[in-house]
């Protein structure tokens, strides 16, 4: 690993794990990229950039036909000065003007990782597992100063980037675009590769072949959102999950996103990645300073799973923090398809208390014990306790769950307002809104405005209070609403449209604050299920409620999609009953169970109305889950078999030295005259010797990984699933 800088050549070369990046300063300091891929150990030009007379693509040396902007793969270009492509960043200046010309300035390479202030980011534990280069570069002009900042990590083969911009000059300056990311590729011979969705469908993974032009995923809503997720990867065509090159990218921002491919008239292709400029502007005074958030870059030479683990490691390592970070998530019940708003102190404990019985740890009272929260209509902001519903207090119901030895587990929405609330009676001007305009009020609510501190303050205290009179040991933080009206009764005219970069600046101190203020409450975020799974989230908030559909065969979809960047560790995943609540379906317990089992396992259903039979079934889901959770949470996952690509799924867990491995295998539909099937594992090592637990069977790690195992005949009918555990012997 390291960061080299060849003076004479004036290039950089970043090395990672088993990556190399290189760039290079060419005339009077335009910075261009010439390499991102398998490690190299040094970079001698072989694939030089060659000049050639492109017809109307600009110059700005009049004197040299062969040089344009148009045709370099530049690090962080603009726009106007011969480049006509998507600029990664643009700046007003006080004349109206919206010309820059940044030139490489200096450059310092130091240990560790900086980082970076009120936003989140992956980080080191030790200096020496990472190093980074912050390039300056400057136009002259203005005295604009723009700081490009690469990490590389000894450990893996990623590289992150951020820029921020600083006024060095004596105008005030406005930013109209600041992404965090662009690199230009010298071909378009990729396929385009992200996650779509929606409300009780996220993580649905879609690639198709990048085409001339422009293709982007974004975010316009306030929220990272179900509709697409903040990342995105470039693959060579028949990459699978063992074989090809990935190029992938994850913003860690939970605002507006934009994430773009274009390929040009030469077959070159730009990838950016950043806030989105739609409807974001930027006063930028003399002396300020703006940070944009972190992109983390991946590069996979062995398919979409060493993508994925990749994400996987980085992230429980490097991302998620406090004492969660490596302990093992407890198995919970939530109340909320139990009862919904209609419950008592009674029928809480009643279900506390079956839980109990059947092995669960924790318990999470959900939407509906404060205020006078009977309907969705009503009371978000007025955070205490409905003392109709439990009169004794939340307290003493708390108490009385810890009695019966689970812990107890509380659902906030901290971030929404219900215009029936004593707080919007009390400050109406405290919601994101602006002036003369109707309020949409979505789902009953409005969006309390988080670019104010005084909101800020209040949410802190009034969340704090509850946690520190309830022993709470768990947290689920709800945001059910997407931002409409998006203005600040708080900030002048000519910086509203920095409300919602400003909305996510407060929500983060708000969460890091509370976060650092109760270490021992593990926190689950949620919006609407995965509105908002994202990096930036979990470097607060450890995990997060996957999606609101809890349907076996959906989750199918949305949680292996879902695998595709974030680890297992980070999903929540519940049995709920059938008919299911989201799509009416009815599939066996054995399935629910086996599929929340590849998460973080939990139950969301009356446990009081289970016969005897399912009784036994969820005991045993709870047991065995106990014993194999820390492989699920921690271990290396394999995707075997998609979903969406056929009627099966599979997947694997490993542990790191590949000594433990689980095999799933879940079939949708019954089919007539069906073939005998084998499944091929990954995961195991082909030197090693595996027993099957429970039987006396034993296989090779090579006959696991090239014959396969039989798939039994005996899964007859719909929603069929099984699973395999191995231990070397």
């Keep these: 690993m390291g960061i080299r800088f060849d003076g004479k050549n004036r290039t950089f070369h970043l090395q990672g794990k088993d990556t190399s990046y290189v760039m290079e300063i060419v005339r009077d300091g335009y910075l261009l990229h010439l390499y991102w891929g398998r490690k190299i150990n040094e970079y001698h030009h072989s694939n030089k950039i060659q000049l050639l007379d492109r017809g109307f693509s600009g110059n700005p040396y009049k004197d040299d036909r062969t040089f344009s ?102 105008d005030t300056l406005r930013l109209l675009r600041a992404l965090s990311l662009c690199i230009d590729f010298r071909d378009a011979d990729f396929e385009f590769l992200h996650l779509y969705g929606a409300h ?32 995105m990867a470039l693959v060579r065509k028949g990459t699978n999950e063992t074989t090809g090159e990935v190029y992938a990218f994850n913003f860690v921002y939970s605002g507006n996103f934009l994430a773009q491919a274009e390929v040009d008239q030469f077959k070159n292709t730009r990838v950016t990645m950043g806030i989105n400029p739609f409807d974001f502007n930027w006063k930028l005074e003399p002396g300020e300073e703006f940070q944009t958030p972190e992109v983390v870059m991946v590069y996979s030479a062995d398919g979409l799973g060493d993508m994925s683990r990749t994400f996987h490691n980085l992230y429980r390592t490097c991302l998620l923090r406090g004492k969660w970070k490596e302990r093992e998530r407890p198995i919970l019940v939530n109340n909320w398809e139990a009862t919904y708003f209609d419950f008592n102190s009674e029928k809480i404990l009643d279900i506390a208390k079956a839980a109990k019985e059947l092995g669960i740890e924790l318990f999470v009272l959900d939407d509906g014990w404060f205020g006078k929260r009977n309907n969705d209509k009503t009371s978000l902001g007025d955070w205490f306790v409905d003392r109709e519903k439990l009169p004794e207090g939340l307290d003493h119901l708390a108490e009385n769950v810890k009695e019966l030895g689970l812990e107890f587990g509380l659902w906030f929405e901290p971030e929404m307002i219900s215009v029936d609330s004593e707080l919007y009676r009390s400050h109406p001007d405290w919601c994101l809104h602006v002036p003369n305009r109707p309020r949409s009020e979505s789902r009953n609510q409005l969006v309390l405005d988080l670019s104010r501190k005084d909101v800020c303050e209040e949410i ?16 689920k933080w709800d945001m059910n609403r997407h931002m409409t009206e998006v203005g600040s009764a708080s900030l002048p005219a000519d910086r509203q449209r920095e409300t919602a970069h400003r909305y996510m600046l407060g929500l983060y101190r708000v969460m890091d604050t509370i976060t650092s203020a109760f270490p021992d409450v593990l926190f689950e975020s949620c919006s609407g299920g995965g509105g908002r799974f994202d990096p930036g989230i979990l470097y607060y908030m450890p995990q997060t409620w996957t999606s609101d559909n809890t349907d076996a ?96 799924t599979a997947w694997v867990f490993a542990n790191q030295d590949q000594t433990e491995v689980m095999a799933f295998y879940f079939s949708v539909l019954a089919e007539p005259a069906s073939p005998l099937k084998y499944l091929k594992l990954m995961g195991v090592d082909v030197k090693k010797k595996y027993q099957l637990i429970g039987t006396d069977h034993v296989y090779g790690g090579d006959e696991l990984a090239y014959v396969g195992l039989s798939i039994p005949a005996e899964l007859n009918g719909d929603f069929q699933s099984y699973i395999w555990h191995f231990r070397e012997i």
């Design 69 to 170: 902007l148009d045709t370099l793969p530049q690090e962080y270009p603009q726009y106007g000065n011969t480049d006509y492509r998507k600029p990664a960043y643009q700046v007003q200046l006080e004349n109206g003007s919206t010309i820059t010309d940044l030139r490489y300035c200096s450059h310092t390479i130091v240990k560790g990782k900086p980082s970076l202030k009120g936003l989140p980011a992956t980080y080191v534990q030790n200096e020496n597992d990472a190093e980074t280069l912050e390039i300056v570069m400057v136009d002259q002009l203005t005295g604009l100063e723009v700081i490009l900042s690469y990490t590389v990590f000894e450990q893996f083969n990623v590289i992150t980037r951020n820029v921020r911009f600083s006024n060095k000059g004596s």
């Design 200 to 231: 009780n469908n996220e993580g649905q993974l879609e690639r198709k072949p990048l085409r001339r032009g422009i293709q982007s995923i974004e975010s316009t809503r306030g929220a990272s959102s179900h509709q697409y997720n903040p990342f």
């Design 460 to 475: 802190i205290n009034r969340v704090s209070h509850i946690l520190k009179t309830v022993p709470v040991s768990y947290v």
């Design 553 to 648: 065969v959906s989750r199918l979809k949305i949680q292996y999609g879902t695998s595709m960047v974030y680890p297992i560790v980070t999903m929540g995943a519940h049995v709920s009953a059938v008919p299911n609540h989201q799509v009416n379906r009815i599939t066996s317990l054995d399935m629910r169970g086996a599929v929340a089992m590849s998460g973080n396992l939990g139950y969301e259903l009356d446990l009081t109305k289970l016969s005897a039979i399912e009784q036994e079934i969820v005991k045993q889901q709870v047991a065995r889950y106990k014993e194999i959770r820390n492989l699920i949470q921690f271990g290396d996952f394999y995707r075997l078999l998609s979903p969406f690509e056929g009627n099966e």
